[in-house]
């Protein structure tokens, strides 16, 4: 079992920088990949980046270049450097975690919106 939870949201002007955070509860985190995902309102849950358990990264096409993820394991938390913030970067930020395909543990998110 997996416990989640998001935080390092806000608001931010565009250009500007946010890290966001989630701390995991679990003996087994460091087997875990680690996603996030951000669902905008009216729009469907999209998944931003992934890293996996031995630590290769994966970036969706609108943030690659701004956003970085990584993990500490010693801390049981994944971290999403976000860069370059622009409006349409607005969303609720999830982190999730899973084992194989699919993802079976989800934070309750955490709000991040940036203003133009």
């Known amino acids: 079992q997996v416990q989640l939870v998001e935080s390092g949201g806000g608001l931010v002007q565009a250009g500007n920088s946010l890290r966001l955070a989630c701390a995991a509860s679990g003996r087994t985190f460091t087997s875990y990949a680690m996603g996030w995902f951000r669902q905008a309102p009216g729009k469907e849950r999209e998944q931003v980046a992934s890293i996996s358990s031995g630590g290769s990264t994966v970036y969706a096409d609108p943030v690659k270049g701004r956003f970085f993820i990584s993990r500490d394991n010693a801390k049981n938390t994944v971290y999403l450097q976000m860069n370059s913030l622009k409006p349409e970067d607005t969303a609720v930020y999830y982190c999730?975690?899973?084992?194989?395909?699919?993802?079976?543990?989800w934070g309750q998110g955490t709000q991040v919106t940036v203003s133009s």
């Open positions: 999730a975690a899973r084992s194989g395909w699919a993802y079976d543990y």
